[in-house]
């Protein structure tokens, strides 16, 4: 027979699948004795069940009534006894936290006999009814179906009619007319009584549970965590204390630490004379918690010990809920606290520190998105005041601008100089160029996977969204938030990390992580845990991290950065700005001649660059790549050019030869579809001259860097090869400039070279292509655009955010690599890389070398190195760090 139920002294941490986290702590409180007030938790199978038929599974019923039987038993009293009643909470609680998306139901038992037993009991008629409009109030709404409006407005006319401010006013015989116009609400609505048996309004309580976990909030919000649906919810039944039964009783939260910055606690807020739910909705001003020291130094010592003894058996930071009744303290609920980026770091190091945890444990306790976030600027803490407006958190870091209300608008003033934030009631594509001139993007509508929050996130702005309470007028120019109206041009400042929006231009502050890897400036506690953080991944990780880099100044500040050499040096920078000409005359050259000199031209330049970045990285390897982008795109815009030109010969006038020739060019060129057209390989082996000029340039470049007494170490990379045979040819030319270049110069130019696997073909015949590379490296966004067939340019603007709502994926495959997919073709091409080549060295370039959990996958597909943009390249040796510890659970917690 399976259990559906299990008394709190039965359970415990380890069982959170079944008994959801609350009820897996409620559990590990009673083991540790602690003291709990007495309940039993319904599993997450039973909801499963329930869910899956609509009905209770066989014998779930008779299981509940024996633990409901149990408590009464230790209790001496019955549920709803009429002269001193038995009172339960019924709770959700599932595997991750979810706070307020189910629901609660307290106080059951109550009925209109029992009410008055409470009031003889508790000594307080008031405490009595109050109890009894909340039953009916949360059952009403949450059992029944009733629209919680209606009793709401039910009370707000009673305490209109009694003339008082707040409920505190009411005495209890307006509570006890509540409870009776609260039950006409119930009847009136739904047909049927608010139940008089308290067995039923349990059973109904749990069923009513069980089904919040598909309402439309929970689910919502599942979707953004990434929680699985299938998982279900457990229902904790505990029995009732009370904080509001007069001044020696309250309720309250505690931490173990402070979960802003991870210093040592306690920390809290308590409210005497309330109860739990009063602290949470912040009907009162709470006072912090080291006032109960005052208040009831008894019970606070007992608390203190409590979240000691927590804390050193969770070996974490710990949030509690406490209530304290007529003087005596109960625990209600504990986890392990969620904590900011911050507070993660330099708790884990101290914990570490303190003999609690590893040095491993206190790597797998922080995060690669953590970090990232730690490395955005933010808003001076102490200049921050009332936020005008709250948003979804969509895009990190922090954005002083003038508002404006449409794209054309931003980019207008932008161009003028003026620092802007578009503010919209949600985007689309039309606003891309505004985006782009924009230092931040604010929007009314919309969640973390709409059309503002995709882009903005994939251009790294400052994004807040779905700011509900922005009411944005685009026609007036104008947005209101809470009676404050701001019109177009008024400084606003927007923090992207938090989701809020302020008046005015508040102070900017660096990071200091991001200062200290600048400068390797240590300036306390936060920067040295991040050091030490690192410092364990750099001892704990497999995979190297590398840095794409195209310039000298780029590469010093991947070095600084940790970067173990370049993984992906674009040389197509090189072919732009005042360069652009001599590729001009490359592209139009009649003869072979011409070429030449063109290309003559050019090698210096490349020559030069190739020096900075070697002397930059010497010592470390640095991947060149050879020229990957159809030429055409180093010619001039086709339409300018072509407007040019019939405007010359519109005018009588000829046009310049040289633009006649250069439409031509472009002409000839043209793709409707670049990105599958002539580029990577191709061109080197269509355009002569181009691949023996770019190897010329590298291999003259490790001669001039050796003679210089330095340690060059370059390594030649072709782009999107689809065959081996395209490599073989292209690598015969450069074995031979190579050789050339040796001979001429009497310095031995060895440079390997490999190859980037970034379309299909390439992974899938990756045991031909290793015969002729001497390492692999993954072009994985080309390799997911060929995968997928979503054009990289265009797919995430253009209807991504839809793909996102649907479900379809919960991120782009373009930002966290499809391990289904495009993974498996990782997986494939090493294998078989490896078996033709062993010991094949391969590494990932594409953007997800610097995406934390790309960085796991690869991490475990057993690449030999990622590389990522230069400012990534912390991330990633953290998230390396994590990937290697093995036996650690490294999932963020929740
Ligand atoms: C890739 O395709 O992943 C890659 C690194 O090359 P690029 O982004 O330059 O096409
Ligand atoms: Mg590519």
Known sequence: MVQYVYAFGDGGRDMADLLGGKGANLAEMTRLGLPVPPGFTVTTEACRAYLATGAEPDGLAEEIDAHRAALERRAGRRLGQADDPLLLSVRSGARFSMPGMMETILDIGLTDDSVRGLAKASGSERFAWDSYRRLLQMYGSTVMGVDTALFEGALARLKDSRGVPDDLHLDAADLARLVETYKGVIRAETGRDFPQDPAEQLRRSVHAVFASWNGDRARLYRRRERIPDDLGTAVTVQRMVFGNLGPDSGSGVAFTRDPATGRRGPYGDYLPNAQGEDVVAGIRNTVPLTDLERLDPVSYARLRAHLRTLETHYRDLCDVEFTIEHGTLWMLQTRVGKRTAEAAF????????EGL????????????DGLARLMFPRFDASAVGEALAHGIPASPGAAVGAVVFDSAEAVRRAGAGEKVVLVRQETTPDDLPGMVAAEAVLTSR???????????????????????????????????????????GTVVSVDGSEG???????????????????TGERSGGLVDAVARALRQADHTRRLEVRANADTPEDAERARRFGAEGIGLCRTEHMFLGDRRHLVEAMILARTDADRARALDALLPLQRRDFVGILRAMDGLPVTIRLLDPPLHEFLPDRTELAVRVAAAEAHGTPPSAHDAELLAAVNRMHEENPMLGLRGVRLGLVAP??????????AEAVVRRTEAGGDPRAEIMVPLIDTVEELRLVRAEVEQVLAEVSEASGVAVRCPVGTMIELPRAALTAGRIAEQAE?????????????WG???????????????????????????????GVGRLVR?????????????KIGVCGEHGGDPESVRFFHTAGLDYVSCSPFRVPVARLEAGRAALSGTDTSDSR
């Open 790 to 820: 979503f054009s990289r340019d265009d797919v995430e603007a253009a209807f991504f955010s839809a793909y996102l709502d649907k479900g379809i994926f919960t991120v782009s495959p373009f930002e966290t690599i499809d391990p289904e």
């Open 357 to 368: 945890i590893t040095p491993d444990e206190a790597l797998a306790r922080v995060s690669g």
């Open 828 to 840: 494939i091409a090493v294998a078989e890389g490896r078996a033709a080549r062993p010991g094949l």
């Open 500 to 518: 809020a929006v302020y008046a005015g231009a508040l102070p900017l502050v660096d990071s200091a992580v991001m200062r200290y890897f600048r």
């Open 446 to 488: 919309g969640g973390k996977t709409s059309h503002a929050a995709v882009v903005a996130r994939g251009m790294g702005k400052v994004c807040v969204c779905g700011a509900e309470r922005l009411d944005v007028d685009v026609r007036e120019r104008r947005f209101t938030a809470g009676g404050v109206t701001v019109h177009e």
């Open 346 to 353: 330099t708790l884990a190091v101290e914990l570490a520190d």
């Open 775 to 787: 390492f692999f490296s993954f072009g994985t966004n080309d390799l997911t655009q060929t995968t």
């Open 689 to 698: 001259g181009l691949v023996a000029m770019q190897v010329r340039a590298i």
